[in-house]
């Protein structure tokens, strides 16, 4: 059983930037490709970015030139650097693991998730 544990979320102006990780254990962390969610009120969880096993990343078109993803496999650990932020970037922000190389846009192809850690983007 592998857990995820997300931390890094809070309170940030418009324009400002977070960086999100996500501490995994119980698995084998290379063996996984990785995926960060969100979830505003009211709405379904979206897609935000993936990193393949190798460490190859892609993004939603929404956040694409903002927000990076990067994975320390020495320290089992999956990093989301959000910058240029948006108020509609407010929302829950989840990890996830898949045991696929590449990951998935899908949230249902994923096979364990983190609690979530709460994203306020003010304007």
């Known amino acids: 059983q592998v857990q995820l544990v997300e931390s890094g979320g809070g309170l940030v102006q418009a324009g400002g930037s977070l960086r999100l990780s996500c501490a995994t254990s119980?698995?084998?962390?290379?063996?996984?490709?990785m995926g960060w969610f969100r979830q505003a009120p009211g709405k379904e969880r979206e897609f935000v970015v993936g990193?393949?096993?190798?460490?190859?990343?892609y993004s939603s078109d929404s956040v694409k030139g903002r927000f990076t993803c990067s994975r320390d496999n020495s320290k089992n650990t999956v990093y989301l650097q959000m910058n240029s932020m948006k108020p509609e970037d407010t929302a829950i922000y989840y990890c996830?693991?898949?045991?696929?190389?590449?990951?998935?846009?899908?949230?249902?192809?994923?096979?364990?998730w983190g609690q979530g850690t709460q994203v306020t983007v003010s304007s």
């Open positions: 119980g698995g084998t962390f290379s063996m996984y490709a």
């Open positions: 990193i393949s096993r190798g460490g190859i990343a």
């Open positions: 996830a693991a898949d045991r696929s190389v590449v990951g998935s846009r899908r949230p249902n192809e994923y096979d364990y």
